[in-house]
């Protein structure tokens, strides 16, 4: 079990650092960022608030961006600490871990450094769970330790739809590259009744039908492994038509054979029809990558009615983080799904291992019998 913050005893009076996920996205520039969302902010405030009013000092600790082990303005947290006092009075923020090389490279002195005058450490970054950094690792070696509320949630949630599912469960999944998402497409091959598969990865299956597919995105040394799993007893459905650019250059709607030069940027209306049944119909639905380059709004429509059949179905939903979440906040659906993880990566690497680094961290701690 991982211990919660119950299982910290009696906070008052103690000194704890809590490692948040303040990754939060910044615009501007390099000498004036400012916060765009503050919603990771604002998700750790459970977990602040609940020891702040048990008289605990807070001091948090987050990385932002990526300096690479060098201090570097433009991702200096003190953006981040100005919101962080607006919404949390008295709460302290260390500097941006990782303009210390030792956080990445999980060095025992830093560990020391960033514990030193820590009674007690809470580990509520969801996102940087499934890293093995300094302070996702290192401090329940030897503090008493505890998962925020955050992470409890992401934990249980995601556990849930891993280990018992209402049934039918369907994975819904898109993105650019199927490489970054084997293992979890295994994994989850195990628990799913059907695969949903659009975005830039759809067209990697499609190769593997034999199908053409003019210049759309492929991973040739991933053909393989799509047609083992279309030959397998694996329910997947995959789009019939299909929208891009024509070899001109120009907006096309295609079936599911793609002409020379033809490049596929979302799925067609047919697909995203069909995808939103197949989401309507289940009992729990997990999505994960846009269905197509919805950053233009030319190939956004796909993706815009995945999100909306999410936010209509009344099975149990859970968006993992990413790209999927930034569409689902676009297009104004984010209330109405049942969770959106605060973690891309993190969400399906604990899908397809069923543990992280951090949580395993805590279940060491020295307050875990
Ligand atoms: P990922 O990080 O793998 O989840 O990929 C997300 C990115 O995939 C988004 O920026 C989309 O614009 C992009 N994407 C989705 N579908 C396509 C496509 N058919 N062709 C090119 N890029 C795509």
Redesign the pocket.
């Known amino acids: 079990m991982v211990p919660q913050l119950e299982d910290l005893g009696d906070v008052r009076g103690k000194t704890v650092l809590v490692r948040a996920d303040f990754n939060v996205p910044m615009s501007g520039p390099d000498d004036g960022r400012i916060i765009v969302d503050d919603f990771r902010i604002r998700a750790a405030l459970p977990t602040i608030n609940w020891l702040s009013d048990r008289g605990a000092k807070v001091i948090c600790a987050s990385h932002l961006g990526r300096p690479k082990g060098a201090t570097n303005s433009k991702y200096s947290m003190a953006p981040i600490r100005r919101r962080l006092a607006e919404l949390a009075p008295g709460v302290e923020l260390m500097e941006n871990l990782r303009f210390n090389a030792g956080e990445e490279s999980n060095d025992p002195k830093f560990v020391n450094e960033i514990i030193s005058g820590i009674d007690l450490y809470v580990n509520d970054a969801f996102g940087a769970a499934h890293r093995s950094h300094a302070s996702i690792v290192g401090p329940p070696r030897t503090l008493p330790s505890a998962a925020g509320r955050l992470l409890k949630r992401e934990v249980e949630v995601l556990g849930e739809l891993r280990n018992n599912p209402k049934r039918p469960l369907v994975a819904v999944l898109?993105?650019?590259?199927i490489s970054?998402?084997i293992g979890v497409i295994e994994a989850l091959s195990k628990v799913v009744d059907s695969f949903v598969i659009?975005?830039?990865?759809?067209?990697t299956f499609l190769a593997a039908k034999s199908l053409p597919i003019g210049d759309?995105?492929c991973e040739q040394d991933q053909i393989a492994f799509c047609r083992k799993l279309l030959e397998s007893k694996v329910e997947l459905h995959l789009p019939e038509d299909i929208v891009?650019l024509d070899r001109d250059g120009n907006f096309a709607t295609f079936g599911v054979r793609l002409p020379d030069g033809a490049?596929?940027?979302?799925i067609g209306p047919g697909s995203a029809a069909a995808f939103a049944d197949i989401i309507m119909g289940g009992r729990s639905v997990f999505w994960?990558?846009?269905?197509?380059?919805?950053?233009?709004e030319r190939?956004a429509a796909g993706?815009r009615t995945v999100a909306q059949a999410m936010s209509e179905t009344k099975a149990f939903t859970v968006v993992g983080g990413?790209?999927?979440a930034a569409a689902l906040a676009q297009f104004g659906y984010e209330k109405d799904v049942d969770h959106v993880s605060t973690g891309?990566g993190a969400s399906l690497e604990f899908l397809e291992l069923g543990d992280l680094p951090g949580l395993s961290a805590l279940r060491g701690a020295p307050n875990v019998n």
């Open positions: 898109g993105g650019a590259k970054d998402k659009g975005g830039g990865m759809c067209f759309s995105l891009g490049k596929g940027l979302d994960n990558g846009p269905m197509g380059m919805f950053e233009d190939f993706t990413g790209d999927s891309g």
